[in-house]
C-alpha cells in the first residue's frame, strides 16, 4: 500500500524555470492539500482540492498553480520560480469525513538558485 | 495573535518522564484538533486527534481539549529519547476542511 507519494523528492532549479511537483494518493481521497513549511512560519496551505476539477486558494497561493484531472494526482506548478519559493513541500490527503484526518507525504526539498 | 500558538521549546524531559506539550487557538468555531509528530527531515505524522471536550487516550499519548479555554494539550507518558521530535498543533474550523498549523514545539527526550 503506497499510500501518498510525490516527485521528485529533492529539485535544485534556477529563477524564472517553470517546476512541477507531483503528488499520488492510493487511498482514494477526496481532499488534497499542498503546504509549505519554512523556518519561522510552520506549515502554510497553498492550494486545495476537494474533488477532481475542484480546487481553492489556500493562504499562500501567489506564483502557484495548481490541477486536478483525477482523483488520485494533485500537481503543484510553479510557473517561474522564484528564491522566496525555496521551501519543502508537502502533499496531503483527507477522506474529507467530518474527522478530517490529514495524512501527509515524503515531501520534496525545492531549491531555486 | 497567531491563530494557533505553541511555544517553540525545546522542551527537554528525563527519560521517563511525563511531557506536557501545550497547544492555543483563538477561533471559538474550532472543532476538530490534532497532533502531528515531525521528525527532522521527515513529513508530518498523525498521532493524536480530538474532537469533544476532555481527555483521549491512545497508549502513552493522552490528548486533553478544554474548548472554554481554547486550549489543546498532550502527555506523553514515559517519555523515551525516540519522542524526540517537533510536535505540531493543527486546528480544523468549522466551515472548512482546511486545517491551521501551530509552528511546533521541539521535544527533547535526554538518556
Known amino acids: 500500500d503506497a499510500g501518498i507519494t510525490q516527485s521528485p523528492r529533492y529539485k535544485i532549479t534556477e529563477t524564472g524555470r517553470q517546476v512541477t511537483l507531483m503528488c499520488h494518493q492510493t487511498?482514494?481521497?477526496?481532499?488534497m492539500f499542498w503546504y509549505r513549511q519554512d523556518l519561522g512560519h510552520g506549515l502554510r496551505l497553498i492550494y486545495y482540492s476537494a474533488a477532481a476539477d475542484i480546487t481553492d486558494k489556500g493562504e499562500v497561493p501567489d506564483g502557484y498553480v495548481v490541477s486536478r484531472s483525477k482523483t488520485e494526482n494533485f500537481p503543484l506548478t510553479l510557473e517561474s520560480a522564484t528564491r522566496s519559493q525555496t521551501s519543502v513541500y508537502f502533499c496531503?490527503?483527507?477522506?474529507?469525513?467530518?474527522?478530517?484526518?490529514?495524512?501527509f507525504g515524503p515531501g520534496t526539498r525545492l531549491t531555486v538558485l | 495573535q497567531k491563530e494557533v500558538e505553541q511555544n517553540s521549546g525545546p522542551l527537554s524531559v528525563p527519560e521517563g518522564a511525563i511531557a506536557s506539550l501545550n497547544c492555543t487557538y483563538s477561533?471559538?468555531?474550532?472543532?476538530?484538533f490534532f497532533w502531528y509528530r515531525q521528525y527532522s527531515g521527515k513529513s508530518p505524522e498523525l498521532i493524536m486527534s480530538?474532537?469533544?471536550?476532555g481527555d483521549k487516550e491512545d497508549g502513552r499519548f493522552t490528548a486533553q481539549l478544554n474548548k472554554a479555554s481554547q486550549y489543546v494539550s498532550l502527555l506523553i507518558r514515559d517519555s523515551q529519547p525516540s519522542d524526540s521530535a517537533t510536535y505540531l498543533c493543527?486546528?480544523?474550523?468549522?466551515?472548512?476542511?482546511?486545517?491551521?498549523f501551530g509552528s511546533g514545539t521541539r521535544l527533547l527526550v535526554r538518556p
Open positions: 496531503a490527503s483527507s477522506q474529507g469525513t467530518v474527522y478530517n484526518e490529514q495524512f
Open positions: 487511498w482514494s481521497h477526496s481532499y
Open positions: 493543527a486546528v480544523r474550523r468549522d466551515s472548512s476542511y482546511k486545517l491551521i
Open positions: 477561533d471559538r468555531v474550532s472543532q476538530s
Open positions: 480530538i474532537y469533544s471536550n
